[in-house]
């Protein structure tokens, strides 16, 4: 099963990439510009696995460039909250 298949895999993956990042020490700024970068790779080349793919890859086509940056951004909230519980 790929991590992509379960959306809870999924989150935990993004975490776990989110984590190397700061311990790498990357700041927020990079990390927000990495998450889009991620955002528009998965929109442009990655059929969406779950319920909860297909809704961010709906919301990512038809949103414009600065929306797409809130969502990315949201995405690492998500993912930061999930792991601070």
Same mark, same amino acid.
């Given at each position: 099963?790929? &991590?992509?298949?379960?959306?809870?895999?999924w989150k935990?993956?993004l975490? +776990?990439? *989110?984590?190397?990042? @700061?311990?790498? +020490?990357?700041?927020?700024? &990079?990390?927000? $510009?990495?998450?889009?970068?991620?955002?528009?790779? *998965?929109?442009? /080349? &990655? $059929?969406? @696995?779950?319920?909860q793919?297909?809704? *961010?890859?709906?919301l990512?086509?038809?949103?414009? @460039?600065?929306?797409?940056?809130?969502i990315a951004n949201?995405?690492? @909230? *998500?993912?930061? /909250?999930? /792991?601070s519980?």
């Open positions: 099963m790929s &991590v992509m298949d379960n959306w809870d895999q935990q993956f975490d +776990g990439r *989110l984590d190397q990042a @700061k311990q790498e +020490g990357m700041n927020d700024s &990079v990390v927000s $510009d990495v998450a889009y970068e991620v955002g528009e790779y *998965l929109a442009d /080349s &990655v $059929d969406p @696995k779950n319920e793919e297909r809704i *961010l890859s709906d990512w086509h038809v949103a414009d @460039k600065e929306e797409q940056h809130a949201m995405m690492v @909230k *998500l993912v930061q /909250s999930d /792991s519980k």
